[in-house]
T-cell receptor, first 112, second 115 residues
Framework: KNQVEQSPQSLIILEGKNCTLQ??????????LRWYKQDTGRGPVSLTI?????NTKSNGRYTATLDADTKQSSLHITASQLSDSASYIC???????????FGQGTTLQVKP | DGGITQSPKYLFRKEGQNVTLSCEQN?????MYWYRQDPGQGLRLIYY???????QKGDIAEGYSVSREKKESFPLTVTSAQKNPTAFYLC??????????????FGAGSRLTVL
């Protein structure tokens, strides 16, 4: 069964600190992996997209990594800001159906 | 500004009523999607449309209906047959259907509450 599992479920950090969110998937065949940021009560916004051949991609203070062998991805946030408080969703694209499988998200709270 | 507009933002429905959620895009995207989001769960696909006048059931289509009469519009009707309709509904679009690393653009969502 195609699944995407994220950890931790929630996280609280102090402003200025770094953090790393994890995503494990069992989607096969794999096509691509995306990270989205979703503010409360809003729609998700794309942060990064990585295909099989890419193992790292950055978007400002956000850096995503992909290990296709272990089927793991991480999203590293550097020098966190209060505006980083949101839910971060890992999404994996299936290579044969084209469908997207969504993780349940990690809720990040950045405190001053 | 190019984007996706969903309305209404909040909607309350009595049991037994049908309600329609609006989704309009001005991105000239061919593909459009409806997702449902519940607390602690990943987004689940309700319906999708690859092109005008065509739509397909997603993973949880029971109790929902859609139409795609215009490229820009993809309304979702939540019927009385949907047993647990209280949720956050998200509309999205992409240039084409799920090809390669197509980026999904999401609307701001509509929150439906059944009284």
């Amino acid at each position: 069964k195609n699944q995407v599992e994220q950890s931790p479920q929630s996280l609280i950090i102090l402003e200025g600190k770094n953090c790393t969110l994890q995503c494990n998937y069992t989607v096969s065949p794999f096509s691509n992996l995306r990270w989205y940021k979703q503010d409360t009560g809003r729609g998700p916004v794309s942060l990064t997209i990585m295909t099989f051949s890419e193992n790292t991609k950055s978007n400002g203070r956000y850096t995503a990594t992909l290990d296709a062998d272990t089927k793991q991805s991480s999203l590293h946030i550097t020098a966190s800001q209060l505006s980083d408080s949101a839910s971060y969703i890992c999404v994996v694209g299936s290579g044969n159906t084209g469908k997207l499988i969504f993780g349940q998200g990690t809720t990040l709270q950045v405190k001053p | 500004d190019g984007g996706i507009t969903q309305s209404p933002k909040y909607l309350f429905r009595k049991e037994g009523q049908n309600v329609t959620l609006s989704c309009e895009q001005n991105l000239n995207h061919d593909a459009m999607y409806w997702y449902r989001q519940d607390p602690g769960q990943g987004l689940r696909l309700i319906y999708y449309s690859q092109i005008v006048n065509d739509f397909q059931k997603g993973d949880i289509a029971e109790g929902y209906s859609v139409s795609r009469e215009k490229k820009e519009s993809f309304p979702l009707t939540v019927t009385s047959a949907q047993k647990n309709p209280t949720a956050f509904y998200l509309c999205a679009s992409s240039e084409s259907f799920y090809s390669g690393a197509n980026v999904l653009t999401f609307g701001a969502g509509s929150r439906l509450t059944v009284l």
